[in-house]
């Protein structure tokens, strides 16, 4: 039977900077009776990992500089939040009153740099960067996890971006390790022998948007949620392998 | 427990032109001992609802006009296609070698306007365009399968669509009923009290992804797959709740 199951861990506390994540997560699997087996996929949020990385940022200690004042003006937004998400940054791509959209240092395309300001204790003074390498934090965890469990995995660090053309935010890999980001099919045959014509698969998106059907929005409190059953694929993802690189985006 | 299962119906067959699918689901959720209880979400290619719906189009009945043969010109593509193309859409977005990328008449931005060459009998001589009203279709199914086993489901029509930014393809609902199209959460707040920033999720694309997963592309073997386990959202939803309006499309 072609079948997974997508279980969200529970009794996972609220991160704090400097947390060791792998114990919180196979804590609460053995809580729960799950343990981990080979094959099994975690996706942990982004938003966890930046917080135990301690890449919270106090705005009052953030100083803007004249682009940051001029984007600020544009967009309404507070200048210091757009100093962080210019440092976080490559290139502006789409400015308007309410909208900061820029490619990421990483490579991807999003709203303010994926900073996020929900869930922080400091309120509106406080905001999240996204993790310093999400691959290597991806990846860390892995070893972590494969290392206490003796289970070969994946695991998934995720995200929720806003996206052109449709409404609502989708769920999105922004690390990978241990299993394939992109699937790539060509030269793959339809049943009458015909090369597909959709040859190209997001697979770590499609994963991380599973996860987020019961991972919520709001209270921070699934933060991690095991994908269980699904096909293995190669081990050497990279979330970079999701990013279009601009001139050969065809869509934008 | 928040947890829920993603399950691929087997032996369902090549479908026909005229079938009934409600019949061919149950028979196959009879067979693997499944059944449908309250609250189960099928998700169903939109590819197998056009050949029961006889959307299938021969190129060689296919005159394309003047406006088909420039863009076949510049796209490279078979004029009679791209008459087909043009036909279903309602504005032509992005032209270049390869691609035609345009807002279909049903409100949504893709590649060739959904039309499916592969896995039809037809060769290179064969065209899928999609269902004709894809909520419609999907109510329909749902009804039918509610009479039938006396269940409250959602159904979603599923097809998957490259996209800005990113590489490969992701699952997209281009039908719903039963449920939500898109959760809007404006209003709830975090942990501390804050409004949330993300404040709409595409919830039936996370949907049509999570059943990505065990479709696989190739072989239209696995079009049907059974979500078992989500939590209840109203049952009022449309697919195109989740077009983006161009004028305010921020991302784009």
Known sequence: MVSFTATALEGIPLVQPGDDLAPLITASLTQMGLGLTDGDVLVVTSKIVSKAEGRSVRLKDVM????????AQVTGKDPRLVELVLRESNTVSRVARGVLVT???LGFVSANAGIDQSNT?????GALLLPEDPDASAERLRADLQTR??????????DSHGRPFRMGNVGVALGVAGLSALLDLRGDTDLFGRRLQISMVGYADLIASAAALVTGEGREGRPVVLL??????????RASDLYRAAEQDLYR
Request: glycine share 14%.
């Open 149 to 158: 469990t003796s289970a070969t995995i994946g695991v998934v660090l995720s």
């Open 121 to 125: 204790a400091d309120g509106d003074e």
């Open 228 to 237: 269980r059953g699904l096909p293995p694929t190669t081990e050497s993802g």
């Open 64 to 71: 803007p500089g004249d682009e940051a004042r001029q984007y």
């Open 103 to 105: 490619e990421h240092r």
